[in-house]
């Protein structure tokens, strides 16, 4: 008996040893451990936070270099999944940051949706166009599909279209034969019968213009454009002129001719005119000013 018990008290005593030996020597690996952890300048608290949250992130090589260690923070997501759930601070993707992303180049990498917003807009998902009716140019905003000269009837032709067209040169069609419809040159008229301002007797340059994912509107009457719209430009309402021989002369379309004009081209010949529109009598509608020309503009939102 009395030797049971001595066997049993020295099993007790080197329990006890074995016990104070394994914390001695977990002690001694987690100074060793934290030590290197100083050295290398990785962070103790991230080292005991990835191991209790399971973390997982996917790496190259399978490995977490010190850069990710001290970076977990701002790299873990909230394990609920509910609302709580967030990603803070700089999130590098390949030296791409995405709160400065630049444009993505491979087929995942990410994209800003200031991006998206400005890759959708500029696709060609609609829009609206509308033609620069004295320069050839477009305004600011807005896409030039291309530029030319007008055309219209002849002030003194009978017959014909009274349609002005902007016509782009350089791929002409097979050669006429007996023609009927004919086009002139449209240039603007003398002084005193065209708006202050504008140039007499020039040819009238003219663009189509492209306003993308937008809508443009002509506004008659006013340099104004309606709320949420802005003037692509602003002129007045030009067309053809009375003729003190006939009717049905020089009957062109009315359009609204910006005030801007391009006066480079001169007309050397009178063919298609353009005069000021006014409004000639306003009989019983005192709103409107007879014998004033007529303001416009084409806006666009």
């Known amino acids: 008996m009395i030797f049971l018990k001595k066997i049993i008290k020295h099993s007790d005593s080197v329990n006890r040893l074995k016990v104070k030996l394994i914390s001695s020597i977990s002690l001694f690996f987690i100074l060793i451990l934290s030590l290197v952890f100083v050295l290398l300048g990785v962070s103790v608290s991230n080292f005991a936070q990835a191991i209790s949250s399971n973390y997982s992130k996917p790496l190259v090589g399978g490995q977490l270099d010190v850069g990710e260690w001290n970076n977990l923070p701002a790299d873990f997501v909230a394990r609920s999944g509910g609302a709580a759930s967030s990603m803070s601070g700089p999130l590098d993707m390949g030296g791409r940051n995405i709160n400065n992303l630049a444009a993505p180049v491979g087929g995942n990498d990410a994209a800003t949706r200031q991006y998206v917003d400005t890759s959708v807009a500029g696709a060609g998902s609609g829009g609206d166009n509308f033609v620069n009716w004295g320069r050839g140019d477009c305004p600011v905003g807005t896409t030039q599909l291309y ?4 055309f219209g009837t002849k002030w003194d032709e009978p017959n014909g279209s009274g349609d002005v067209m902007c016509i782009q040169s350089g791929d002409a069609g097979p050669a006429a034969t007996s023609p009927r419809d004919k086009l002139w040159p449209a240039a603007t008229g003398q002084a005193g019968f065209i708006p202050a301002g504008l140039p007499e007797s020039k040819e009238i340059k003219c663009a189509l213009c492209l306003k993308p994912s937008k ?33 049905g002369v020089n009957k062109n379309e009315r359009y609204c001719i910006n005030s801007n004009f391009d006066s480079t081209t001169n007309s050397a010949t009178w063919g298609s005119v353009f005069y000021g529109t006014e409004i000639y009598s306003n009989s019983d509608l005192p709103a409107y000013t007879a014998g004033a020309y007529i303001k416009c503009s084409v806006c666009c939102n």
Not at 147 to 150: E, K, L, R
Not at 216 to 227: K, L, P, R, V
């Open 147 to 150: 530029s030319g000269y007008a």
């Open 215 to 247: 809508s443009c509107y002509n506004s008659y009457g006013s340099n104004s454009c309606a709320t949420g719209f802005t003037a692509a430009y602003s002129g007045y309402v030009m067309g053809g002129t009375v003729n003190v021989s006939g009717s």
